[in-house]
C-alpha cells in the first residue's frame, strides 16, 4: 500500500480486552469524518447489543477456516479460543480516496499488520489500571469467571508488546482518550517522510519561477 499525498493513512488500534477501544474507536470515527472503520470478522458469538455488520461480521469456526483458506484476510489471529480477522475488502480502495482507515484488532494481528506494512499508524490503548480492567471485565456479565480470568491473564501479558506500537494512550476518560487519537491523526499527516515528492517538487518550481521572476523584474529596473 504505497502511500501518496493524497492517500489516506492505516490505523490499526489495539489493546487487551476490556481496555474500551472499541468505544474510542467509535467516537473517533463519529468525530472525524475522513475516518473509516474496517470491520473486522469473528467467529465468537455476539454479544447483547452487538450488531452484524456494525460491530463485527459474525461467522462460524468453519466460515472463519474456510475465508483463511481463501485469502479473504489481510490479517487473522486467535485469541481467547476464537479467531478475529481483517477482511481484505475495500481497505486500498478508501485509502485512495484520502480516507484514513482504522483496523480495530488484536495485538497478534496488528503484529502481523506491521510485517507486512510498515507504513501503519500503531496505537495501544491502556487501561487505567489492571484493577479497573477487571473490574470492566466483571462489569459485562456476559463470560463465566473462568474466561475472565483467562482474558485477563492474556491482557497482563498483552501489555506486555505496548513498545511494539508507535502511541499510547492511557483510557482514564474516554473523551480525553479521542481526543488524543484524533491529534496523533492529525499530526501524523504533517511529517516531513509522509508528504508526497512531487509536492515537494512542486513547491520547489514555484520557488524557482518567482526567483526568475524576479531576476527579470530586476534586470529590467537595472537595464541590465
Known sequence: MKKTKEEGQLIVISGPSGCGKGTIVKEVLKTNDKTWGSISCTSRKPRKGDVEGRDYYFLSKEEFEKGIKE?????????????????????QEKLDQGIDVILEIEIQGALKIKELLEDTIFIFILPPSMKELKKRLEGRNTETKDKITKRFLTAYKEINEVNKYNYVVVNDEVDL?????????????????????????SLEEEIHEILRE???????????
Not at 177 to 194: F, W
Not at 214 to 224: Q, R, S
Open 177 to 201: 482518550a479521542v481526543k488524543k487519537v484524533n491529534s496523533i491523526l492529525l499530526s501524523e499527516k504533517c511529517r516531513v517522510d509522509r508528504i508526497e515528492e512531487s509536492y515537494l517538487n
Open 214 to 224: 524576479d531576476k527579470i523584474f530586476i534586470n529590467e529596473k537595472l537595464n541590465i
Open 71 to 91: 485469502g479473504k484476510f489481510l490479517e487473522y489471529a486467535e485469541y481467547a479460543d476464537n479467531y478475529y480477522g481483517t477482511p481484505r475488502g475495500a481497505i
